[in-house]
């Protein structure tokens, strides 16, 4: 009997976690951060319903911090097996879990040196030596080969588009396959390649980010173009926030194309993310996982300006004359970007363009949305700059993509769980799929288990 529990990613598109048993085994599929407003980031220091020394094994979809960040703090609590993951994702796991760790242990030293945390003695989640250590337990799992995890039960990754090494996990047990969509890619990410389509789940779960809705019908060259040239004729600097692996990437190859084309100002560009710096690293190695091709990359480092320490950062976030920052994090929720926020806002010179998805209550939805003012360490900060927002960026495949990739399932599945949606889209993914494919599905809720 297999049996499947949602501890993470309902009602929300944060912190997927997903618990499978075998009779006396256990496996986790994803290890995820709850990541966004405070109530969700507190939700990451409750324990588990399962001892992390219960579990056999630990099965990652891809690298985002929303499906892989809670690993370090699993590992410090007593899980000692193994991690399977693409060579892509175990190459960016490199980068993203001792950054985030790092990050933690930065933003408890900051809010205890500036007294803006209700603790006296504030702590980080878990440290970059917690993230280090985590990382001697990743297993390279190889796309569409089937790696044995104990007796009967084996795991397979199929390729998902969406960001580098991102898969699709297929569970078997001998005569039931569960199937985890990941995170979806869409068909004509201007990156990754297309998601594998799928061709069997007896049940399956899927994402619905954007299970409400569809992509804006723009193009996305045009827009970034018309919004960086009107900025830089008023004398303003373009702040763009972006998740470090993935959409970091992408903003840089559009921008190397406009400027190649003279499409817009010849400002200079700065990538001002350490863990978006490395990660761009990585695309460049494994460029044949991806569009993007080795001159591509290249082109893309000559037109970068790197900015590694925090010196450099500080320097940055300090001047005044016309440029374009790319920084992290996606929805403004940490990172470096806070401190280019604090400087940028207030002037009705500067842009910030947002190229994604935005969670509820982030910093980010709380500015698209026309916020005239947002809390950042401790301070109110006055909205003056001009606030854009692209989703036609986004990484991940909408509504009616979703339901397309879907259709490659020649036997419908015994039922869909709808996740890692907020609980509109995700309510509109479930409806959507049953009726235009007929097929069971329902939104689960936190903490339910089901006998499949």
Avoid at 58 to 69: E, F, K, N, P, Q
Avoid at 96 to 110: C, K
Wanted: aromatic share 8%; net charge neutral.
């Amino acid at each position: 009997m297999m049996k499947l529990q949602f501890l993470g990613a309902t009602g929300t598109v944060t912190g997927s976690k997903y618990l499978v048993e075998f009779s006396d085994r256990k496996i986790l599929v994803d290890c995820g951060l709850y990541q966004g407003i405070k109530q969700y980031r507190q939700m990451n220091w409750k324990d588990l319903p399962v001892k992390p020394g219960d579990l056999d094994a630990i099965v990652l979809t891809h690298a985002h911090l929303d499906h892989s960040g809670y690993l370090p703090l699993l590992v410090r609590k007593g899980f000692t097996g193994p991690v399977y993951a693409t060579p892509g994702t175990c190459e960016l796991c490199k980068i993203l879990l001792p950054d985030s760790g790092f990050l933690q242990e930065e933003d408890a030293r900051y809010a205890a040196r500036h007294g803006f945390s209700r603790h006296s003695s504030p702590l980080p989640l878990y440290t970059e030596e917690d993230a280090l250590q985590a990382l001697k337990q990743l297993n390279a799992a190889s796309f569409g080969d089937i790696h044995k995890l104990f007796d009967n039960v084996t795991v397979r990754f199929r390729p998902a588009g969406h960001i580098l090494g991102a898969a699709s996990v297929e569970v078997f047990d001998g005569s039931r396959l569960l199937v985890f969509s990941g995170d979806v890619g869409r068909p004509d990410d201007l990156i990754m390649y297309p998601p594998e389509p799928l061709k069997r789940a007896d049940y399956l779960v899927v994402e619905s980010t954007y299970g409400d809705r569809e992509h804006q019908k723009v193009d996305a060259k045009d827009a970034i173009a018309q919004v960086i040239t009107s900025t830089a004729r008023n004398g303003g600097s373009v702040l763009i926030p972006a998740f470090a692996v993935g959409r970091a990437q992408m903003i840089l190859h559009l921008l190397e194309c406009l400027k190649a084309k003279n499409r817009i100002p010849d400002l200079p560009v700065y990538l001002n993310s350490p863990m978006a710096i490395k990660a761009t690293e990585v695309f460049h190695r494994f460029h044949e996982r991806h569009r993007l091709t080795r001159d591509d990359c290249e082109r893309i480092d000559a037109m970068t300006r790197y900015v590694r320490t925090v010196e450099e950062s500080m320097k940055l976030a300090a001047q005044n004359y016309p440029a374009i920052i790319v920084s992290a994090s996606g929805m403004a929720s940490g990172g470096r970007v806070l401190h280019h926020l604090k400087q940028m806002l207030p002037n009705h010179r500067n842009t910030v363009l947002f190229a994604g998805y935005q969670s509820m209550a982030t910093r980010g939805e709380k500015l698209v949305h026309g916020a005239s003012s947002v809390r950042i360490h401790g301070q109110d900060i006055p909205v003056k700059a001009r606030v854009c927002h692209f989703d036609a960026f986004s990484a991940h495949a909408d509504a009616n993509q979703i339901v397309e990739w879907l259709r490659s399932i020649r036997t419908p599945p015994q039922q869909v769980f709808v996740t890692h949606g907020e609980a509109d889209a995700a309510s509109a993914m479930s409806e959507k799929i049953s009726r235009e494919l007929g097929w069971n599905a329902r939104v689960p809720e936190l903490g339910e288990r089901v006998a499949l």
